[in-house]
T-cell receptor, first 114, second 113 residues
């Protein structure tokens, strides 16, 4: 009964490759997010979607393209991977995307670019 | 822009010690304030939150009070346990619609038996 799940948990790949991370939530929430956590544990929003519509895009390189086939899924595709993309990526969801809403996080995907 | 300033870590305490992790914020309007906790190898989970001034959030013995006058949301616990060892993040979200979380840098807490 996992609330927010991500696959894969670990991803090791070469520079220049293209990879995807998948996220699914079974909470019935309208809003989903992607966050990036760097090696110093600093967390920063990348994107948010509300009912499949892009709401927040925080000056992320256009090599990163989120896709939301339905409101329960938000996938992250990354083209031409670079060393600096190595990080832990967290998916999250909230009920309506309001400031008062709790966000529920997935377990994270550790991406290592060699 | 919005920002959260959090006490630098790491913090190491003995079991049953009193814990305070300081958090102050800068935001437009009146944000909601959160403490999230990340246990080793896991994602973040909400510890507590407060959505308006003078509200106190509490959970698992932890407390934090939303102080508008000092723009603070300090986390406290009277007696910590080894199982409280984790990274703690203070965060805010403004209330203008379609809100993201803005996080502090995180404070790593280690409790020694």
């Amino acid at each position: 009964d996992t609330a927010v799940s991500q696959t894969p948990k670990y991803l090791v790949t070469q520079m220049g490759n293209d990879k995807s991370i998948k996220c699914e939530q079974n909470l019935g929430h309208d809003t989903m997010y992607w966050y990036k956590q760097d090696s110093k544990k600093f967390l920063k929003i990348m994107f948010s979607y509300n009912n499949k519509e892009l709401i927040i895009n925080e000056t992320v390189p256009n090599r990163f393209s989120p896709k939301s086939p339905d409101k329960a899924h938000l996938n992250l595709h990354i083209n031409s991977l670079e060393l600096g993309d190595s990080a832990v990526y967290f998916c999250a969801s909230s009920q309506k995307g309001r400031g008062t809403d709790t966000q529920y996080f997935g377990p994270g995907t550790r991406l290592t670019v060699l | 822009g919005d920002s959260v300033t959090q006490m630098e870590g790491p913090v190491t305490l003995s079991e049953e010690a009193f814990l305070t992790i300081n958090c102050t914020y800068t935001a437009t309007g009146y944000p909601s304030l959160f403490w999230y906790v990340q246990y080793p190898g896991e994602g973040l989970q909400l510890l507590l939150k407060a959505t308006k001034a003078d509200d106190k959030g509490s959970n698992k013995g932890f407390e934090a009070t939303y102080r508008k006058e000092t723009t603070s949301f300090h986390l406290e616990k009277g007696s910590v346990q080894v199982s409280d060892s984790a990274v703690y993040f203070c965060a805010l979200a403004t209330n203008f619609g379609n809100e993201k979380l803005t996080f502090g840098t995180g404070t790593r807490l280690t409790i020694i038996p």
